[in-house]
Nanobody, 119 residues
């Protein structure tokens, strides 16, 4: 099985910064694309940012220029640096990974970490 352990959420004032971390583990798994999504109350889940093992990134338009995704392949860890936070960034943030083993690829999601941005 794959485990994703998230950390770094919390309460921040608008304009501030937070950094989320997510460490993936699982026997004999390799972790291909990794990323973050978020879900605000009453809204659909939104894909925030993704990163491949080669470092190619994609961002939602709502976070471009403010958020930066990165990863440490040796530690199977993905990070989300969130700057210039806005109240509309308030959501539960979920880490995910495409985990591969024995020719199969399965998506796994973390439990989520709350980010609250006050105005």
């Amino acid at each position: 099985q794959v485990q994703l352990v998230e950390s770094g959420g919390g309460l921040m004032q608008a304009g501030g910064s937070l950094r989320l971390s997510c460490a993936a583990s699982g026997s004999r798994f390799s972790f291909n694309a990794m990323g973050w999504s978020r879900q605000a109350p009453g809204k659909q889940r939104e894909l925030v940012a993704t990163i491949t093992t080669g470092g190619s990134t994609n961002y939602a338009d709502s976070v471009k220029g403010r958020f930066t995704i990165s990863r440490d392949n040796a530690q199977s860890t993905v990070y989300l640096q969130m700057n210039s936070l806005k109240p509309e960034d308030t959501a539960v943030y979920y880490c995910y990974t495409e985990a591969a083993r024995d020719g199969f690829t399965v998506n796994y999601w973390g439990q989520g970490t709350q980010v609250t941005v006050s105005s």
